[in-house]
Nanobody, 127 residues
Framework: QVQLEESGGGLVQAGGSLRLSCAAS????????ITWFRQAPGKEREFVAA????????YYTDSVQGRFTISRDSAKSTVYLQMNSLKPEDTAVYYC????????????????????WGQGTQVTVSS
């Protein structure tokens, strides 16, 4: 079993920055990718950013490209999401999720591929 714990959320003014952390614990595991999703009030959960374990390839949704950066510290089994130039529309609960194995034609936004999910951390951006 793998546990994921997000942290780093909070209240910030528009234009500000936050760094989210996703710490993995539990049994030793190797994963294919760790991904951040978010869910705003009244909306469906959506893909934000992903990072592959091997090679470190990264993926972003268009709305955060150039503002958010996903990175990892493999020694700590932690993935980070640096969020800059935050906008009110970034307000959401942010979740990290683990995809344990490669899938041909992998789509980082396909939520059905993810085996483990964290409980989420609230990010609120005021205007």
């Amino acid at each position: 079993q793998v546990q994921l714990e997000e942290s780093g959320g909070g209240l910030v003014q528009a234009g500000g920055s936050l760094r989210l952390s996703c710490a993995a614990s539990g049994r030793t595991f190797s994963y294919f990718a760790i991904t951040w999703f978010r869910q705003a009030p009244g909306k469906e959960r959506e893909f934000v950013a992903a990072i592959r374990r091997i090679g470190g390839g990264t993926y972003y949704t268009d709305s955060v490209q150039g503002r958010f950066t996903i990175s990892r510290d493999s020694a700590k089994s932690t993935v980070y999401l640096q969020m800059n130039s935050l906008k009110p529309e970034d307000t959401a609960v942010y979740y990290c999720a683990v995809d344990s194995q490669f899938t041909l034609g992998w789509d980082p936004g396909n939520q059905r591929l993810y085996d483990y999910w964290g409980q989420g951390t609230q990010v609120t951006v005021s205007s």
